[in-house]
């Protein structure tokens, strides 16, 4: 059906529901409807149209929230921006495999520090050895990331509902306005 735009109680974009979890926090009074959608939803008593845009009735501090990076395949892609650790080249995520720096048969773990995105000939030219026994170079030595970019809300302009625009170009207007290096 339809999906919901969540903002804060100070009209910052939250996150993206789906409609049913939408009427939830509605019907919980949690939120307060800032747009509506065209979509109507029906049961025996009544006819309620699906929120396009809600707005949290108590503010939540982004700033004290600990952001915990959870450590994933495409969280690492997103770490490595969609690059082969070892040739530099950008692929498509259906052209990258994650490679143990340290293989495993050699005691490598399944952790940030130890594993990198790597194209599928690079990983196959590499194998079950470290990268100074292939004779290959990192381009950047793994960690753990602190954060990651918002990649949650991927959006285009195309299917960006018309209901979002005016709260996302919002964000994109006071970016804009920040010199470089402006902290404020």
Known sequence: ????????????????VTWQRALQLLFLGKVEVIEESETEVRTV???????????????????????IVRFSRTNIFIRDQHR???????????????DHVKPVVQGGE???ENI???????????????????????????????????TAIRLTVSRTPEHWKLYLDLLRDESDD??????S
């Open 1 to 16: 059906m339809s999906h919901a735009l969540v903002l804060n109680a100070s009209f910052e974009p939250l996150q993206i």
């Open 45 to 67: 008593r009544m006819t309620i149209r699906v929120p396009a845009v809600l707005r949290l009735l108590e503010f939540i501090p982004l700033k004290k929230r600990k952001q």
């Open 84 to 98: 082969c650790q070892y040739c530099g080249n950008r692929f498509p995520k259906m052209h990258l495999t994650m």
């Open 110 to 112: 399944k952790s940030w």
């Open 116 to 150: 990198v995105t790597a194209c599928k000939p690079c990983n196959q030219r590499k194998g079950g050895r470290t990268p100074h026994q292939a004779k290959m170079a990192l381009k950047r030595n793994p960690s753990r990331p602190n954060w990651l970019p918002a």
């Open 178 to 183: 920040k010199a470089p290096g402006d902290s």
